[in-house]
């Protein structure tokens, strides 16, 4: 069974910055970071969003929003996947989530993690 265990969220003031971290299980880890592994949030009433993505030879790419801000990049040997947040904003406000992926007979199969809360007060 796959699993991601997203952490790190909580509340912050504008300005300051948190590491979101999601641990995928075991031997999946492997599997799922052949395809790319991101961050995703939703805040109330919206949709929700890809933040940051990061593919198995560490290309990055940013929503616009968070462009110098936020860098994700990965810990194999952890089966980690993090998130650094700088310079937060109250728009960054959201809930978290760490997604990986694979292909399953040319099907695409989403995993998530459950979610960490993230509230930067201004």
């Known amino acids: 069974q796959v699993q991601l265990v997203d952490s790190g969220g909580g509340l912050v003031q504008a300005g300051g910055s948190l590491r979101l971290s999601c641990v995928v299980s075991?031997?999946?880890?492997?599997?799922?970071?052949?395809?790319?592994m991101g961050w995703y949030r939703q805040a109330p009433g919206k949709q929700r969003e890809l933040v940051a993505s990061?593919?198995?030879?560490?290309?990055?790419n940013y929503t616009d929003s968070v462009k110098g801000r936020f860098t994700i990049y990965r810990d194999n040997a952890k089966n980690t996947v993090f998130l650094q947040m700088n310079s937060l904003k109250p728009e960054d406000t959201a809930v978290y989530y760490c997604?990986?992926?694979?292909?399953?007979?040319?099907?695409?199969?989403?995993?998530w993690g459950q979610g960490t809360q993230v509230t930067v007060s201004s």
């Open positions: 990061i593919t198995s030879g560490g290309t990055t």
């Open positions: 075991g031997s999946m880890f492997r599997m799922l970071s052949i395809n790319p």
């Open positions: 997604n990986a992926h694979r292909w399953i007979a040319g099907t695409r199969r989403d995993y």
